[in-house]
């Protein structure tokens, strides 16, 4: 078997292990675990939950669109499967994370200021 027939074949199984649901009263522990592993809190809301084989991997809200996901392991792919399920856009698609770019009435966005360190060198724009 060619090696591209082996990728899609082993894709194809991957996909096939995969389920989406919701999550329910059972869940609490493993949203907890997850958002843990992700440094993140479980996200507010319905929450829909991607496992693989049976264990949690990726988890969003429908509320807001919060997403908590296993670092240990690939999720882009499952967290792109529950925005599709949830109805959701990705934020790259017109949604504006907050804090970040221009407030919508054109003003500039103050600079974030770190502090000095005695030792190093300051930022560029900062004063010594």
């Not at 939950?49 to 429908?62: C, F, Y």
């Not at 190093?120 to 010594?128: D, E, K």
């Amino acid at each position: 078997m060619s090696n591209n027939h082996l990728n899609q074949a082993q894709t194809q199984a991957t996909i096939a292990q995969v389920t989406v649901r919701e999550a329910n009263g059972h869940d609490g522990g493993a949203l907890e675990t997850l958002a843990r592993l992700d440094s993140a809190r479980v996200p507010a809301g319905t929450i829909l939950i991607a496992e693989v084989q049976g264990h949690p991997r990726a988890a969003i809200s429908t509320l807001n669109g919060a997403v908590i996901a296993d670092p240990f392991h690939r999720t882009a792919e499952l967290v792109q499967m529950l925005r599709t399920r949830a109805g959701l856009r990705e934020p790259s698609q017109g949604i504006r994370m907050l804090g970040f770019g221009r407030p919508r009435d054109g003003r500039s966005a103050p600079r974030p200021s770190a502090p000095s360190v005695p030792g190093l060198p300051s930022l560029p724009g900062q004063a010594a």
